[in-house]
């Protein structure tokens, strides 16, 4: 193990202790910079792609197109407020476990190396034994691993959001969105459902001090 692995750990070990050292919490800045950086390029990058989709495929959309049959107008309505008040849900299940906190951002794995990551959840999935040194970092990679299924309520409004949409509003662009979420929505849902599960079973059979019985 280098020398930066090693200070790695003892940083990210000083953020689980609620006692950042000066590297780890230089290193927190630098991830917040980068994930904020990260969301906007993708914001950005995302309205880009919906406007040349729109104006692509949406050139046959007239005065002269058909106007769907109002129960489809009304089904896709209703569909888009039941994807609201999911949605609304989805945020107040984020910000009961924390998800929205603003020391979120700390979380100890945001310190380590992808390789160091990859090891960490290798433990807790039963790949690779796991190391004594490390238990209090892997429990705390399981943890994280259950709290982020409170996103699933969240991906599930904004399912049915663009389900909606395309329904009371029919167009080429939307049923492409439409479909391409709940292809990606399917294969997340099972991800984050496998993940839940494996964190579940490795809390039970090492549970922290305190905790057992």
């Known amino acids: 193990m280098t020398t930066d692995d090693d200070a790695r750990w003892a940083q990210a070990q000083s953020i689980l202790d609620e006692q950042p050292t000066d590297e780890a919490s ?3 800045r630098r991830r917040r910079r ?24 949406s050139g046959d959309g007239g005065p002269g197109r058909a106007d ?10 209703v569909v888009q407020g039941m994807g609201l008040v999911i949605e609304v849900y989805g945020l107040v299940v984020m910000m009961r476990a924390g998800l929205l906190r603003k020391n979120r951002w700390s979380v100890p794995a945001a310190v380590l190396t992808r390789a160091q990551r990859k ?35 969240l991906f599930v409004g904004i399912l049915l959001l663009q389900v909606g949409g395309a329904l009371s509003s029919p167009a080429p662009w939307r049923t492409v969105m439409a479909g391409t ?20 079973r490795f809390l039970a059979a090492h549970p922290a001090p305190g905790e057992a019985g």
């Open 26 to 28: 230089e290193h927190l």
């Open 68 to 77: 769907p049959p109002a129960w489809q107008q009304v089904t896709g309505l």
């Open 119 to 153: 090891s960490l959840l290798d433990q807790v999935r039963g790949r690779t034994a796991i190391d004594p040194d490390r238990l209090a970092l892997v429990r705390d990679t399981a943890r994280q691993m259950l709290r982020q299924r409170g996103l699933l309520a």
């Open 181 to 200: 979420f709940v292809v990606c929505y399917v294969a997340l849902f099972g991800l984050m459902e496998r993940n839940a599960r494996q964190a579940r």
């Open 34 to 57: 980068a994930v904020l950086a990260a969301l906007i390029g993708s914001c950005v990058a995302a309205v880009a792609v919906g406007a040349l989709v729109f104006v692509s495929l």
